[in-house]
C-alpha cells in the first residue's frame, strides 16, 4: 500500500546519486502520529511540512516557512508522499537531482488531528486542523486548501495558519524561524550541513533499523546526553554547549485568607511536601532545596527518573502520598528518616530553562504549556508528573480541595512571569491553619514527652508562639528525640514578657530545629490554639521563620464590611469571635453607643473594621512605636492611654527599645496585630511620626490644623490648602486627612539622608517656622499658642506632633468619640468646602476605602527636608 503511494516520489529521483532514502526500508509506524519540518535550500529557500499518515509522509512544501501569527497565512504546496525514513534525513541533495540542495531537519516531533472528523475526511474536505507537538512548534495550526487545482490536475494550493491559542504571537511570529538556525537532530547550521562537517543527526524514525515508537524522544534537544558526551569524546563532531545557571532563587507566594477573586488567576492544588528545583544537563540531575542545597542523593529514583529528561530546569515539590493519593508530610518524614524514597512523586509546575532558552519572562501559562510538552515528550513517568491547573473561581477550587483533605491552593497570575522571591503574582490560600515553627523546648509528664514549647523570630527576639501537643506517632518519637537531646541547654531561648517561665518538667532547646504545624488560630495573647505536630523541615533555617503576614487583598476586592448586626443575633451568648485567627471574647460589647446609623459598634465589628482595612493601614503603623487609647467598657467608660507593653502583651505585637525608657514599647506590624488591640478595647491608634524602625529619624511631618469655637469647617479647609501650597512652594509634597475630630492634618514624608539624619529638634524647628510664618502672614486666622482664651474663631497650628516621643492618631484609625469617626485620607480634591468629616466612620470607611486613590503617591511623595530648610531660610531672610 505504502509502495504504491510512493511511486511518484521514486519515479523523481535516481538513488544512487542522492542520499535520500528509496522507501525500500520497512517503517512501523509509532502509536503517536510523528512529523518533521525540513528547511529546504533548493531552487529557492522553503520548508517541508511532513505528517506521518497511513504509513507515509503527506508533504507540503511551505514556501516562507511556518509563522506563529495566526494573521499571517502562508502557501503550503501539496507534494508527493515521502517514506518514513525521509524523517530521518539531513544533509544535501546533488545539483541536477530533483530538489537539489541543502536539507536540515528543522523540528520534529508528534501530532494528532482536531475536530470529529477523520484526517482523510478532514484532507478531503479541504479543511485539516491539527495540533503540532514538537521542538520549536506547538499548538493548533490548520491547512485550508485553496481553489479546485487539484480537479485542472495542478498541485494543489493550501493555506498553513496558526491557531489561536497559548502558543500564538501577535506580532512577527516568523521570528522562530530567524531565531532557530540550527538542526534540532544534530546541532548543525545549514553550511555545516552543506560542506559535510559536524555530526550526523540522531535517528527519530528509526535507530539500529528499529522503531522506536514509544521510546523517549531524545532528540528534544538533539542526542540524548549520555550519546551527546560520548561522541564529544570520541571526537565525532561539536556539540554547542548548553549554559544553565546552577541554581535559581525560587518564587513565593503571599498568604491569603482567601484566593484572589477576578479573572486573570490560575489555581493549582498545593502540595505537602518539599519545594526542590530540578536541574538536568547533560544527563545528569541535580535536585536542590529553596536555600540551593543539593539534596540529591537523598532522592535518588527522582533524579534517575529525571536523567532522562531533556537540558532544563523546573520547578516543583517532592510528596510522600498516603492510601488515597494525597500528599502526606508526615509520610514525607517518615520516608526521609527510614531512607524509603522509592514511592516519592515529584510534581512539576513551573519550567525555568528549557535547554539553554530562559523561560522566565513568558507567562505562567506559556511556561507551563512548554512544561507539560517537555514532560510528555519524555514519556510516561510515575515519578515526575505535571500539575494541572483550574481556571475556575478559585473559592470553588479551595472548597473542592478543603473536601478532599488537601492542605489548599495556589492561585498564580496568568500573564506574570517567574520572579525570585515573595511576589503578589502568587498567593496561597490554605483548608486550614499552617505554620513553620522553632522549636524552644520540650515538656516530659511522668517521665514521658508531652508537648514542644515553639516560636518564631520577630526580628533579633525569638517569641514564644505556644505548645504543640499532638500529632506524634511512635515513629516519629523515635526520630526526634534523640534531636533533641542533641540540643538541650540550661538557658531558654524565648525573649519577650510572653516566654514560658522555667519549670521542671521543661528542658530548654537551642533553636535550631524547624517543625511543620497546623492549629486552629490565635488566641488573643498571640498563641496557637490546638497544635499539632506534622514534622520537622530541615530544607530552611530556624532564623528565616517569622510569623506568616497576611498580604494586601488585590485591587478587585473590596474590603471586608464591619459584622452585619443580624449576623450577631445568630451567635450564642458567651462564643468567641475568631478575627484573623485572634479570639475575640465579649463580642457583642458595645463600643460605641451609636455608629452613626441607630445601632452600637461591638467589640467584633472593631476587630472586623481593622480586618478590613489593616492592609492599608499597617504601612503607616509597622516599624514605629504606637500608642493605645483603650475603652475596654465602651467610650461612654474609664479610657485610658497605654505607651508600653504590659503583662500578658499578645506575641502578635512587637515590643520595641526606645533610648531613654527602660520598658518596652508597643509596636503593630502585623494586621493580625489588629485584631489583637481590638481584643483589649483598643479604640485609637497613635503612631510616633519617625522612620520605621529607626526612632530617633524623623519619617515625616504632621501639621494639626485644630479650629477653635465658631470657625467653620470650610475655614479649616481653606487653611489646609494654604499649609499644602506653602509646603509645596519649600520643595514639599503634602497629604490630607481628617483627624476624626472637628480638624485636619497635612502630612508630609521625608527623604532620609542615610548618612547624616535629621534630629528632631531640627524638624519640631522646621515645623514652628512653617506654622510661625503663616501666623505672622494672618494673624487674624491663625495662632501658634494653645492658649483657650486667644482660639475663639481661630484655627491653632499645632506642630508639636513632630518632636520625638509626640504621636499622632493614625490614618483610618477610629476615634472614641461619638459616632465612631475615623482619620480618613483624602485626595486633594476632596479637600473642598463642602468636606464633611462625619461621613467617615467606622461602618463607611471600608467601602469607601475601596472606591479612593487617597494617598496612593505616598511613598513616591518623600523629599528631602534639609533642602526645604534651605529654601524656608531664604525666604525669611527676603521677608
Known amino acids: 500500500m505504502a509502495n504504491d503511494k510512493l511511486s511518484t516520489y521514486r519515479s523523481k529521483r535516481d538513488f544512487q546519486r542522492t542520499a535520500e532514502p528509496s522507501g525500500e526500508k520497512r517503517i512501523a509506524g509509532s ?10 535550500d533548493a531552487t529557492r529557500l522553503h520548508y517541508d511540512l511532513r505528517l506521518e499518515l497511513d504509513g507515509v509522509f503527506k508533504s507540503w512544501a511551505v514556501t516562507k516557512g511556518p509563522s506563529l501569527d495566526p494573521h499571517d497565512k502562508r502557501l503550503a504546496v501539496e507534494v508527493e508522499d515521502h517514506p518514513l525514513d525521509y524523517g530521518d534525513f539531513e544533509g544535501t541533495i546533488p545539483k541536477g537531482q530533483y530538489g537539489g540542495g541543502t536539507v536540515m531537519l528543522w523540528d520534529r516531533g508528534y501530532w494528532k488531528p482536531e475536530g470529529k472528523k477523520s484526517p482523510k475526511q478532514a484532507l478531503a474536505k479541504g479543511d485539516f486542523k491539527f495540533t503540532l507537538d514538537g521542538k520549536r512548534l506547538h499548538g493548533g495550526f490548520v491547512l485550508v486548501r485553496m481553489g479546485n487545482d487539484r480537479e485542472r490536475g495542478k498541485r494543489t494550493n493550501w493555506l498553513l495558519i496558526k491557531h489561536h491559542d497559548a502558543f500564538s504571537v501577535e506580532d512577527n511570529g516568523a521570528a522562530i524561524l530567524e531565531e532557530n538556525d540550527t538542526s534540532v537532530a544534530s546541532g548543525r547550521t545549514m553550511e555545516m550541513i552543506a560542506a559535510g562537517k559536524g555530526r550526523k543527526p540522531k535517528p527519530f524514525m528509526v535507530a539500529g533499523g528499529d522503531v522506536q515508537a514509544d521510546a523517549v524522544w531524545d532528540s528534544h534537544r538533539g542526542l540524548a546526553a549520555e550519546e551527546r558526551k560520548s561522541d564529544v569524546r570520541a571526537g565525532k563532531g561539536s ?23 477576578g479573572k486573570g488567576w490560575i489555581h493549582e492544588i498545593k502540595f505537602d511536601g518539599y519545594r526542590i528545583q530540578m536541574r538536568v544537563l547533560d544527563g545528569e540531575a541535580t535536585l536542590k532545596t529553596r536555600k540551593g542545597l543539593d539534596w540529591t542523593d537523598k532522592y535518588r529514583e527522582i533524579g534517575k527518573a529525571a536523567s532522562s529528561l531533556p537540558d532544563s530546569i523546573i520547578d516543583g515539590e517532592i510528596c510522600a502520598l498516603d492510601a488515597n493519593g494525597a500528599p502526606d508530610f508526615a509520610a514525607l518524614q517518615a520516608a526521609l528518616s527510614q531512607g524509603r524514597t522509592g514511592d516519592l512523586v515529584y510534581f512539576a509546575f513551573d519550567l525555568l530553562y528549557d535547554g539553554g532558552e530562559d523561560l522566565r519572562s513568558l507567562s505562567v501559562v506559556d511556561r507551563k504549556a512548554r512544561l507539560q510538552s517537555l514532560l510528555t515528550e519524555a514519556g510516561d513517568s510515575s515519578r515526575i508528573r505535571f500539575v494541572e491547573h ?19 491552593i495556589i492561585s498564580k497570575q496568568v500573564d506574570a512571569p517567574y520572579q525570585s522571591g515573595r511576589t503578589e503574582t502568587w498567593a496561597k490560600s490554605k483548608c486550614r491553619a499552617g505554620h513553620e515553627v522553632v522549636l524552644g523546648a520540650y515538656a516530659k509528664a511522668n517521665g514521658k514527652f508531652k508537648s514542644l514549647l515553639v516560636g518564631v523570630y520577630h526580628g533579633d527576639h525569638f517569641v514564644y508562639v505556644g505548645r504543640v501537643g499532638t500529632g506524634y506517632g511512635a515513629k516519629q518519637l523515635e526520630t526526634l528525640l534523640p534531636k533533641l537531646k542533641a540540643l538541650e541547654t540550661t538557658k531558654s531561648p524565648f525573649t519577650g514578657i510572653g516566654a514560658p517561665k522555667k519549670a521542671a518538667e521543661v528542658t530548654w532547646l537551642k533553636p535550631e530545629l524547624v517543625a511543620e504545624i497546623e492549629f486552629a488560630g490565635w488566641t488573643a495573647d498571640g498563641l496557637v490554639r490546638q497544635a499539632a505536630f506534622k514534622g520537622l523541615r530541615d530544607d530552611k533555617p530556624a532564623k528565616e521563620i517569622e510569623a506568616e503576614r497576611p498580604a494586601k487583598p488585590s485591587k478587585a476586592e473590596v474590603p471586608r464590611p464591619a459584622l452585619a448586626p443580624e449576623s450577631r443575633s445568630t451567635r450564642r451568648k458567651g462564643v468567641k469571635a475568631d478575627v484573623m485567627g485572634v479570639l475575640i471574647s465579649n463580642p457583642d460589647k458595645p463600643l460605641w453607643p451609636d455608629g452613626d446609623d441607630g445601632g ?22 509597622k516599624g514605629r512605636p504606637c500608642s493605645i487609647i483603650r475603652a475596654p467598657d465602651g467610650i461612654g467608660g474609664e479610657q485610658f492611654f497605654q505607651r508600653h507593653a504590659m503583662p500578658g502583651t499578645s506575641s502578635l505585637l512587637e515590643l520595641v527599645k526606645v533610648f531613654g525608657d527602660k520598658k518596652p514599647y508597643l509596636q503593630i506590624d502585623r494586621i493580625e496585630g489588629l485584631a489583637a488591640v481590638a481584643q483589649i478595647g483598643a479604640v485609637e491608634l497613635h503612631p510616633w511620626n519617625c522612620e520605621p524602625h529607626q526612632p530617633e529619624v524623623p519619617g515625616r511631618l504632621v501639621f494639626d490644623l485644630d479650629p477653635g469655637p465658631n470657625v467653620p469647617f470650610s ?7 494654604d499649609m499644602r501650597d506653602r509646603l509645596e512652594e519649600l520643595g514639599l509634597i503634602s497629604f490630607c486627612k481628617t483627624t476624626g475630630g472637628k480638624g485636619l492634618h497635612v502630612v508630609t514624608p521625608l527623604a532620609i539622608n542615610k548618612r547624616k539624619p535629621l534630629s528632631w529638634p531640627e524638624a519640631k524647628g522646621f515645623a514652628h517656622a512653617v ?12 495662632l501658634i499658642k494653645m492658649t483657650k482664651s486667644l482660639r475663639n474663631g481661630r484655627i491653632f497650628l499645632d506642630y508639636l506632633r513632630n518632636d520625638r516621643m509626640a504621636t499622632a492618631v493614625a490614618p483610618l484609625s477610629p476615634r472614641a468619640r461619638p459616632g465612631a469617626t475615623v482619620s480618613m485620607p483624602l485626595t486633594w480634591t476632596q479637600v473642598k468646602s463642602d468636606l464633611d468629616p462625619k461621613r467617615f466612620t467606622v461602618r463607611t470607611v471600608p467601602v469607601l476605602l475601596a472606591k479612593t486613590s487617597a494617598w496612593q503617591g505616598y511613598c513616591d511623595g518623600q523629599r528631602p527636608l534639609e533642602q526645604a530648610i534651605k529654601r524656608l531660610g531664604k525666604t525669611r531672610a527676603a521677608a
Open 390 to 408: 483550574f481556571e475556575t473561581d478559585g473559592d470553588a477550587v479551595l472548597r473542592s480541595a478543603c473536601k478532599l483533605s488537601l492542605e489548599g
Open 600 to 621: 452600637p459598634i461591638t467589640k467584633e465589628e472593631l476587630a472586623r473594621y481593622y480586618e478590613a482595612v489593616g492592609s492599608w493601614m499597617i504601612d503607616h503603623l
Open 31 to 40: 502509536n503517536r502520529p510523528r512529523f518533521v519540518i525540513q528547511k529546504h
Open 239 to 261: 556539540v554547542t554547549p548548553v549554559d544553565l545557571p546552577d541554581f535559581i532563587a525560587p518564587q513565593l507566594c503571599q498568604t491569603l485568607e482567601r484566593p484572589p477573586v
Open 715 to 721: 475655614t479649616v479647609v481653606s487653611a489646609a490648602r
Open 771 to 782: 506654622c510661625q510664618q503663616m501666623a505672622r502672614d494672618n494673624p487674624e486666622l491663625y
